[in-house]
């Protein structure tokens, strides 16, 4: 039972502790929480919820945390200098598709979904000060990113210092048994375990697991672009899984399908099996057949889709391309001008680089933006 519980995991800490939560005999409380300061869940944002997917199978509670609050300051982890705020309209958005985009892994009857602006917007500064009582400047400059900025002389606000002790408090909030997490959220694990003891609370388990390399072999992240969306379009999915190295196949297998490694066969195989996989896990069976079969005929077979969605084509002469591939796509602006700096904007099949069109020219016409997404204009 316990292995796999702790399947894929890099820590599990401190040793024995989870041995002694399982053996209280009742459910867990196992925490788990991602900010929203990206509207989308990534892939490798599902390798923490398949941990906790195991823990409810075998009879546990989740606890998802939906850090709006938090996400107004931003997670220093890992970063060389403090992050821009976000607009709170935008938290509040991406906060929304954060359970839906989870569900497709975790079990939503068996999960708590929790807000921690619930409880952090509501400590007064006498109880802030009492937070902050339970650590140590010098504990805090023990992070890694801290460390290096304090060595560099680079700015470290004291609301970044505060970001640990305020995720700690979440697993105050909540009583959690376990938080799981990423392993660069290890600092923060280990002070939720110092905060919930200074409140007198028995203090949880730390579990991080691996993080999942994306195909540009850096780590999936939303902020970098190079990640694929837990509820993303089927054939995004499908597309984007495709161009994973094949030296990256055995990690994907492992943390993703979570089977020890990729089968003896082509690397090419190995990844159909793999991008049906995610695509049915999200979409279902019939999506993912769907998807194969775009991916054959558009991307292997160099074809137009057998459908295309029509758009309207926008008022105005000229036509400014890069918004309109925005409304058409979901894009943003910059994203809709850097694919027509690349070449990945076509019309008709033909490449195009102008940015602004007349309207006549565009009247009827398929554009193609990147290998996977087409529209037909249309007035």
Do not use: C
């Amino acid at each position: 039972m316990i292995q796999e519980l702790t399947r894929n995991a890099v820590h599990v800490l401190p040793e024995g502790e989870l041995e002694k939560k399982l053996a209280l005999g009742r459910p867990l409380r196992v925490k788990l929480g991602i900010d929203v300061t990206a509207p989308d869940v990534t892939l490798g944002n599902g390798i923490p919820l398949l941990r906790m997917a195991a823990f409810q199978r075998a009879g546990h509670v989740g606890v998802l945390i939906v850090g709006d609050y938090t996400s107004r300051i931003g997670d220093p982890s890992g970063r060389s200098r403090e992050r821009p705020i976000i607009d709170p309209e935008e938290i509040d958005r991406n906060a929304h598709r954060y359970f839906e985009d989870a569900s497709t892994i975790i079990d939503a009857d068996r999960t708590e979904l929790r807000f921690n602006s619930e409880w952090l917007s509501k400590l007064d500064f006498a109880e802030t000060l009492r937070l902050t009582r339970s650590t140590t400047v010098a504990q805090l400059l023990e992070r890694e990113d801290f460390r290096n900025r304090f060595a560099a002389q680079a700015p470290i606000s004291v609301s970044e210092l505060l970001y640990p002790l305020m995720q700690a408090y979440d697993s105050v909030a909540v009583e959690a048994d376990v938080e799981l997490g990423g392993t660069d959220q290890l600092f923060n694990l280990l002070t939720g375990r110092e905060v919930m003891a200074a409140y007198g609370l028995e203090p949880q388990v730390a579990l991080t697991v691996a993080y999942l390399d994306s195909w540009d072999g850096t780590g999936m992240s939303a902020s970098r672009g190079n990640y694929i969306g837990l509820r993303e379009a089927p054939e995004e999915q499908f597309g984007k899984t495709m161009r994973i190295p094949d030296a990256l196949l055995d990690q994907w297998y492992r943390l993703v399908l979570e089977r020890d490694g990729a089968p003896g066969r082509e690397p090419l195989d190995a990844k159909l099996e793999l991008a049906r996989s995610i695509v049915t896990r999200a979409h279902g069976q019939d999506a993912a057949q769907a998807a194969e079969a775009h991916f054959t005929r558009v991307v292997r077979e160099g074809q137009t889709p057998e459908e295309v969605p029509d758009v309207p084509l926008p008022a105005g002469d000229p036509v400014h391309l890069p918004g309109l591939l925005a409304d058409a796509f979901g894009l943003s602006t910059s994203e809709a001008r850097r694919l027509i700096a690349q070449g990945a904007v076509k019309l008709n099949g033909e490449p195009v680089s102008e940015l602004d069109l007349p309207r006549a020219a565009l009247l009827d016409t398929v554009v193609q933006a990147g290998k996977r997404r087409f529209v037909r204009l249309r007035d």
